[in-house]
């Protein structure tokens, strides 16, 4: 065999090659399909923990929103559970109401079955805490140009999602306040005060005239504010931190049938010349002259009057005995019918979910305690009295329609949790009469009548604010605030505005 034949290879030879190149190619393909199985699972279980992370999400907004919707039906003092300075709350474990506990909060199923969380099911739970309460008379109120009053409350809402679980917390800061109107007796045309108005710890209001105007430090029939003898002046206005006054763009004056002379009075300040009435210090009025520009110029016959009053914060008033529909917007809020458009919209809006729409009187009773028992301590009536339908004619309201439980006498304390109610009687031109009662316990309320008239005869007395475009009121007739109800005022009347939304992930969520 020639050597040439010797080193020929043997086909067979490569036969364990071609083996070895197909195994390999196996192993291979092997690997990346396990590997693209595994980025696939991985994918799958990023998807699925995405969408529960998204679902908790929503679930914590959705408790932010249920936590709005509270803080309109409720009254501030109810929120107990006080932030401390700088740090997560550490207590607010022991109230009853889970709105306002941390360790037992508020939880509502967002696919709407009853009771607690359950695993199985996605949920929010939420609860508030105050970070700073709010104050009726603060400084920002007396500032130039005048600021508001407003307390800052945070919402603490985790959400979770049953199938994963995955849960999501969001802290949430909302700014309350009352909604800018005249926080008083408003009327937005003359104000007649026939028969005994008595006025207590707040003021009237009026773009037209008031007439038959009294002395307050005596005693007669008329409109008249409560007197404190020992400081010789009006007792003070507890929204305002001043003396409870009357502010009449039109005139003033103790006339009984007009705001001119006659009817046994005359307009408390002559027209361009008179400056300070002492009977009437703090009452203010178109019909006075604008006064001295400095404390330096007063006369004799300005001192009664000017710079009277101090104020907690060092301010002073009246400044002036003028009073004019700038002043009236500017320093208190005015705009025609009380509150915007879109603001009666979202009474109307509430009491429709509250089923306090248009409800006929003998309903009220009945349908309060129902809502209060839920935790809507702080509800809507409205009456649309355009609407020929549901309302023909006037709405008259008496104290007897009310439930007890939103009847109470003055409260001095800041920090009480009583009822309240708003009422709305708006459209057309039909108005709102009110008999209450010349004894404790009265009505606690916002009353807003802004295109007819509120008239009262006989006993009325009531405890809070009235903004109607008409007043006319005869007999023995008061009007209070008090303490608990400019600390709290009716939940539908404050605006909520959220100022600072962000993901809490400063701690585990349970």
Request: net charge negative; with cysteine.
């Amino acid at each position: 065999m020639t050597e040439t034949a010797m080193r020929r290879r043997n086909p067979c030879d490569d036969q364990g090659i071609a083996m070895l190149a197909v195994i390999l190619v196996i192993a291979v393909v092997g690997a990346l399909t396990l590997t693209a199985t595994a980025l696939t699972v991985n994918n799958l279980g990023n998807s699925s923990r995405d969408r529960q992370s998204l679902g908790a999400l929503a679930s914590s907004e959705a408790g932010v929103a249920q936590a709005l919707q509270y803080l309109r039906g409720t009254t501030l003092g109810s929120l107990t559970c006080q932030e401390p300075p700088g740090g997560p709350v550490s207590g607010c474990t022991t109230s009853p109401n889970p709105w306002v506990n941390s360790s037992s909060p508020k939880q509502i199923r967002v696919d709407g079955g009853t009771g607690a969380c359950v695993l199985s099911s996605d949920c929010f739970k939420v609860w508030i805490s105050t970070v700073k309460p709010y104050v009726p008379n603060c400084p920002a109120r007396h500032a130039s140009p005048p600021g508001q009053c407003f307390g800052k409350y945070r919402i603490h809402s985790t959400g979770v999602a049953g199938s994963g679980p995955g849960a999501r917390r969001l802290a949430v800061d909302v700014q309350m306040r009352p909604l800018s109107y005249p926080l008083g007796v408003f009327s937005e045309t003359n104000f007649s005060g026939n028969g005994n108005v008595g006025l207590h710890y707040e003021s009237i209001f009026t773009g037209g005239c008031m007439y038959n105007r009294q002395n307050d430090a005596a005693s007669g029939s008329g409109v008249q504010f409560s007197y404190d003898a020992a400081a010789g002046r009006t007792a003070l206005d507890l929204f305002y931190d001043q003396p409870a006054a009357a502010h009449a763009v039109g005139g003033i004056s103790t006339s009984n049938t007009s705001c001119t002379s006659g009817g046994g009075g005359a307009p408390i300040h002559k027209a361009g010349t008179s400056r300070c009435n002492a009977m009437f210090r703090f009452d203010q009025d178109g019909g006075a002259s604008a006064g001295p520009a400095s404390p330096a110029m007063f006369t004799s016959a300005d001192l009664p009057c000017y710079n009277a009053y101090v104020r907690s914060d060092g301010s002073v008033y009246p400044t002036t005995s003028l009073f004019t529909q700038q002043d009236l917007t500017s320093i208190y809020g005015y705009r025609p019918r009380g509150l915007t458009d879109a603001q009666y919209d979202q009474l109307r809006s509430t009491a429709q979910a509250e089923g306090t729409y248009n409800l006929a009187t003998s309903a009220i009773s009945a349908t309060l305690t129902s809502l209060a028992a839920a935790g809507i301590s702080s509800p809507v009536l409205y009456w649309d009295t355009s609407d020929p339908v549901t309302t023909t004619g006037d709405v008259s309201l008496k104290s007897s329609d009310f439930p007890s439980s939103f009847l109470r006498g003055l409260d001095s304390s800041g920090g009480c949790t009583s009822n309240n109610v708003t009422i709305v009687v708006a459209g057309g031109s039909k108005g709102l009469s009110y008999q209450g009662g010349n004894s404790s316990p009265f009505l606690a309320a916002a009353i807003f009548v802004p295109d007819g008239t509120l008239t009262g005869t006989g006993g009325r007395n009531t405890i809070g604010t009235v903004y109607a475009k008409t007043i006319d009121f005869g007999g023995n007739i008061d009007f209070y605030l008090d303490q608990c109800f400019t600390s709290n005022p009716p939940g539908a009347t404050l605006e909520v505005q959220v100022t600072n939304w962000r993901e809490d992930d400063g701690t585990d969520v349970n």
